[in-house]
């Protein structure tokens, strides 16, 4: 294991009878200690800050499979594992409600402007109750606009639902999984969601076809006093853009949980009253990330059987 995870996936896999190493830092692991550890392993449990290369594979001959401690696994290089026949899985499913709860954790700290007041009260400059103090942005009867109608983009319209917002979402087919939690969500084309949207939210797994789809020509097709949210993976949006977006007024407001090259973020960012930054967190509840971290366990314990993985991610599932 590349770095610390819940106790309870450890002691399972030592239960089973295997040899857990794990790096005792509670950081990213470094290139160093990766090519360190990796050619006696039959087993990798990865974390998403772990770039899993065609290089770093090529130095593990015993691999059978990694197991990303994340249900994004953009971090792993799927061609290289495929070509070595090495197992990757992922943990879909167990984090879910913890993401969308961020997210809409998210939505309500920007449009409610939690961040500004929280700091005016710490900060002893709070001179009582106003009637135009720090003024905020309904929920209900806004549009939401969920872009990826995955599990996450579906559990996020069914919480958004609830606080009276319309959903509509993109795509690239009907999703009967959002509409059956959001009855009356409508799917749009890509442009009509930007245009229409008082929120937008991003909830796509990230990949190259996806690298940037929010920049210059996307945030200035939204609305101008319309609010981005970011909790699936930095790189979809470009973080200069963004930063002119927020500056010159293309759009109102921005709450991000990834950013793209973490864990540094654009300064200018830091310095905007109307952002929302936490420090990628949407899977981030103790239940959650021991459920995923038994997930992984469990991956790996298949694999050590001689099974498919039950987690194996779909591009790879001609390996089983
Ligand atoms: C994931 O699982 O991909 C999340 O980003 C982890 O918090």
């Known amino acids: ?33 990766l090519y360190l550890g990796l050619p006696r392993a039959d087993a990798f449990l990865a974390c998403l800050t772990d770039r899993v290369d065609a290089a770093l594979l090529e130095s593990a001959p015993r691999l ?9 696994y953009n971090n792993i290089d ?57 003024l905020g942005l309904d929920l209900e009867g806004r549009i939401l606009g969920i872009v990826g109608a995955g599990a996450i983009g579906s559990a996020v319209a069914r919480r958004a639902a609830a606080f009276g917002m319309r959903i509509i979402y993109h795509s690239r087919s009907r999703s009967s999984r959002l509409e059956g939690n959001v009855p009356g969500a409508v799917r749009v084309p890509f442009e009509h969601l930007l245009r229409e949207a008082d929120v937008v939210s991003v909830h796509l797994p990230y990949s190259a ?37 927020l500056k010159e007024g293309w759009i109102a407001g921005a709450g991000l949980d990834v950013y793209e ?27 959650t990330r021991d459920r995923m971290a038994m997930l992984a366990a469990t991956n790996i314990l298949a694999v050590m059987r001689g099974e498919r993985p039950p987690n194996l991610v779909p591009e790879l599932s001609a390996l089983a």
């Open 1 to 33: 294991m590349s770095r610390e995870i819940p106790e309870v996936a450890v002691e399972a896999l030592r239960a089973a009878g295997l040899v857990v190493e794990v790096n005792p830092v509670d950081r990213a692991a470094t290139r160093e200690e």
């Open 64 to 72: 059978k499979v990694v197991a990303n401690f994340a249900v994004g």
């Open 78 to 134: 799927l061609p290289a594992a495929r070509e070595r026949r090495i197992f990757v899985t992922n943990t879909p499913g167990v984090l879910t409600a913890a993401t969308a709860d961020l997210t809409l954790a998210l939505l309500l700290a920007l449009a409610r402007r939690l961040a500004e007041g929280e700091a005016l009260v710490r900060g002893g400059r709070w001179k009582g109750w106003g009637p135009l103090q720090l």
């Open 209 to 245: 076809a996806v690298h940037h789809l929010f920049g210059e020509r996307t945030f200035r097709a939204m609305k101008r006093d319309a609010l981005f949210l970011n909790t699936a993976r930095g790189p979809v949006h470009d973080e200069g853009a963004l930063v002119r977006a």
């Open 261 to 287: 090259k973490e864990p540094s973020v654009h300064p200018e960012l830091l310095t905007m009253p109307n952002t929302v930054l936490l420090p990628h967190l949407g899977s981030a509840t103790r239940r």
